[in-house]
């Protein structure tokens, strides 16, 4: 199975930015669509934002648009998350998911799933 570690959360004041990163430990995350969600306490896990595996598609869900940017990094076998003008809003933690199908408006995650990484704004 492909294993995932997501990395780069941490504290950051409201208008910060922080980059979070996805790797696969075993197989190339080059070859996978990835997708990030998140999970706020007392909350749903929602989803965020995806990249197809060539990164020819990518979807974001509206809150995000115009702030955060999903990319691919093929040297560094590394999809990034760049979250700029974070809001407390966005708290939580969050996920990267490999091998999901993308769709019109979203992502229908697998079964493989990154540990997560906590992303805390305050105001």
């Known amino acids: 199975q492909v294993q995932l570690v997501d990395s780069g959360g941490g504290l950051v004041q409201a208008g910060g930015s922080l980059r979070l990163s996805c790797t696969a430990s075993?197989?190339?995350?080059?070859?996978?669509?990835v997708g990030w969600f998140r999970q706020a306490p007392g909350k749903e896990r929602e989803f965020v934002a995806a990249?197809?595996?060539?990164?020819?598609?990518?979807v974001y869900t509206d809150s995000v648009k115009g702030r955060f940017t999903i990319s691919r990094d093929n040297d560094e076998n590394t999809v990034l998350l760049q979250m700029n003008s974070l809001k407390f809003e966005d708290t939580a933690v969050y996920y990267c998911?490999?091998?999901?199908?993308?769709?019109?408006?979203?992502?229908?995650?697998?079964?493989?799933w990154g540990q997560g990484t906590q992303v805390t704004v305050s105001s």
């Open positions: 990249i197809a595996w060539n990164g020819d598609r990518i």
């Open positions: 075993r197989r190339t995350i080059n070859d996978y669509n």
């Open positions: 998911n490999a091998a999901g199908q993308i769709r019109s408006s979203a992502y229908s995650p697998s079964a493989y």
